[in-house]
């Protein structure tokens, strides 16, 4: 594996979720695999799980980390081709690119779509442009389409606490007061459309994510009727794609409440983070046996690491 910026990139899922449910029982076993490779982390939005978890990854592999939060910290970038430079964005992602390449042995980069036009941020544009210009590997740490170090994270999860059978995967709309991004949702449905779950996602009608993503799942527009005999619910909220960026919806009915657990085959709880408590999700269920959050937050760790580890050795 060179770049990691979606489950098409990774050769054999199933060994790098083993791989990183192995490191996770011996997180100090390949500590000098990254002795003197720095790990640049690029963020052009906010991050806690993402920010400390890939920090923590690199560490136990002996690398070095550099983070820079670019959106303050860095010049203003021109992300454009063929502008001419005369506002208020003082260097091109080109050379920008191009140097950070130099200082750095593999690249994480975050980068939210900025949900005005659909095309451009599904073309990927940044993502693409770095890997063409830093001449590094590129880790996507959430870009404009997908989160694939929390979609492996995820899956992770769900391996670790499966039934001894095939389990049944619900991803639910919740709602939120903010557009949010497609990206985990996204993500979260190409990787289950290619494991050994029942996957079915539940969402008011308009919320349609990309059949890029979704192909395989099954689509059914009552919650209470997805939620039957559920081994585990994601929840999540998205913004539309269809009415590209737009909240079509804010019904508390959606959110995930004890009740509404009920219906689920004792289903365990989970969610990305950040999450508003009452919003998205009721308070009863995060405080709640069901919810494995923070499990899901541990395992961010060994998947950047398994991850990492993967382009380290492939790679240098
Ligand atoms: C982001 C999103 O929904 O994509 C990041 C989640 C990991 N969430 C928010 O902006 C609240
Ligand atoms: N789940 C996740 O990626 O969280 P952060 O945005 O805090 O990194």
Request: hydrophobic share 40%.
């Amino acid at each position: 594996m060179r770049n990691f910026t979606s489950i098409q990139d990774v050769d054999d899922v199933n060994i790098l979720v083993s791989e990183a449910i192995e490191l996770k029982k011996n997180p100090f076993l390949f500590e000098n695999l990254g002795k003197r490779k720095t790990l640049g982390l690029i963020f052009l939005n906010p991050s806690l799980r993402t920010r400390i978890s890939t920090q923590k990854a690199a560490n136990n592999l002996g690398m070095n980390t550099m983070v820079m939060n670019l959106d303050k910290e860095g010049w203003a970038l021109e992300t454009e081709d063929g502008v001419v430079m005369n506002g208020h964005k003082a260097e091109h992602i080109k050379e920008a690119a191009a140097v950070l390449g130099q200082y750095c042995d593999i690249i994480g980069i975050r980068s939210f779509p900025k949900l005005e036009n659909r095309e451009e941020d599904y073309s990927e544009n940044i993502l693409k442009k770095l890997i063409s210009y830093t001449g590094t590997p590129i880790i996507s740490l959430e870009t404009a389409t997908r989160h694939p170090l929390q979609s492996l994270a995820d899956l992770m999860t769900i391996k670790e606490l499966s039934p001894n059978r095939r389990p049944k995967v619900v991803l639910t709309w919740a709602p939120h007061i903010k557009a949010l991004p497609q990206a985990v949702p996204n993500s979260f449905a190409e990787w289950m459309s290619d494991s050994n779950v029942d996957f079915v996602i539940t969402h008011p009608e308009g919320y349609e994510l990309s059949d890029e993503f979704t192909k395989g799942a099954e689509i059914i527009y009552e919650q209470d009727v997805a939620l039957q005999d559920a081994d585990f619910v994601y929840v999540k909220n998205w913004s539309s794609y269809n009415n590209y960026g737009k909240i079509l919806s804010t019904d508390k009915n959606w959110m995930l409440t004890n009740k509404k657990l009920y219906y689920t085959g004792n289903a365990r709880v989970m969610h990305c983070l950040p999450v508003r408590r009452d919003v998205e999700l009721a308070s009863e269920v995060l405080d709640g046996q069901n919810s494995i959050v923070i499990n899901q937050a541990n395992n961010r760790v060994y998947a950047a690491q398994a991850v990492l580890k993967n382009i380290l050795e492939n790679n240098f």
